[in-house]
């Protein structure tokens, strides 16, 4: 039986008077690749912020290799890559300075090669001294993906990793993920994009308000039975039961 890398119990956060999640309960495993639902103000995004150590919880127990947090917090840092909307990269800098500055940061051996390695794997190779200020969305996509590679997580947290991508960019994304996924690697990925990515999920939750609605593993997953997990559970009926 695979290691659980998160355990969540009775997790959730509160702002103010209003309950971003509640009472959310399941676990991931080693490998997996678990596809998050749900519509706008599900929660997803706030429970991939506290995977990823970014917020805290209001109430519940969080594990990381059975590693309660907060003191997990370091080792799951070091573990974690994460994906999204923003590059968190520093404009004025060039790519090849953002990946040595992130490399450094992580400490990672032989720098300049796995720079110029990154660079080239995620089709920048030809960039690498233009700021970043001048890149375009998929362009910095594809640098957010770059940093990853230089220093090679166990863990992915990705929101909305397909977003802004061209064909080109597409492609790479899927190829990256699916060497992580073949590698042993465990992806958490929140998209309302169903053309990418979704195939390769071994797992599907869906969360309604706050609420965890759906757990299940799953195969063989398609953009139709994604769609149709969000018109049963995601609608605007009453929640149904938590799986």
């Known amino acids: 039986m695979s290691q659980a890398v998160y355990t969540m119990e009775g997790i959730g956060k509160r702002f103010g008077y209003r309950a971003a999640l509640e009472d959310v309960s399941f676990e991931i495993a080693e490998g997996e690749f678990l596809l998050l639902l749900g519509n706008n103000g599900a929660g997803k995004t706030t429970l991939l912020k506290i995977l990823s150590t970014l917020m805290r919880p209001s109430s519940g127990r969080l594990t990381f290799r059975g590693q309660p947090f907060p003191a997990a917090a370091s080792s799951a840092r070091r573990d974690l890559g994460v994906i999204s909307h923003d590059s968190h990269s520093y404009p004025d800098l060039t790519a090849l300075e953002n990946l040595r500055v992130f490399g450094a940061l992580y400490r990672v051996p032989d720098l300049r090669r796995r720079c110029a390695e990154a660079l080239a ?3 920048l190779g030809d960039v ?3 700021p970043v200020r001048a890149f375009s ?7 957010s993906i770059a940093k990853v590679m230089l220093y090679r997580p166990r863990v992915l947290l990705l929101d909305e990793p397909y977003s802004g991508l061209d064909m080109s960019s597409l492609e790479l994304l899927d190829a990256f993920l699916k060497r992580f996924q073949a590698g042993g690697g465990t992806t958490v990925m929140v998209t309302h994009q169903f053309t990418g ?3 390769m999920a071994t ?3 869906v969360l309604l308000r706050g609420r965890l609605v759906y757990n299940q593993e799953e195969q063989h997953v398609t953009a139709g039975h994604c769609a149709e997990l969000l018109h049963r559970f995601g609608g605007q009926g ?4 938590p799986a």
Request: net charge positive; charged share 20%; aromatic share 0%.
């Open 121 to 123: 794997a995620a089709q």
């Open 128 to 130: 690498p001294d233009v």
């Open 137 to 143: 969305s998929g362009m910095l996509k594809r640098l």
């Open 197 to 199: 990515g979704v195939a």
């Open 203 to 205: 797992r599907i939750a």
């Open 238 to 241: 009453s929640p149904a039961e």
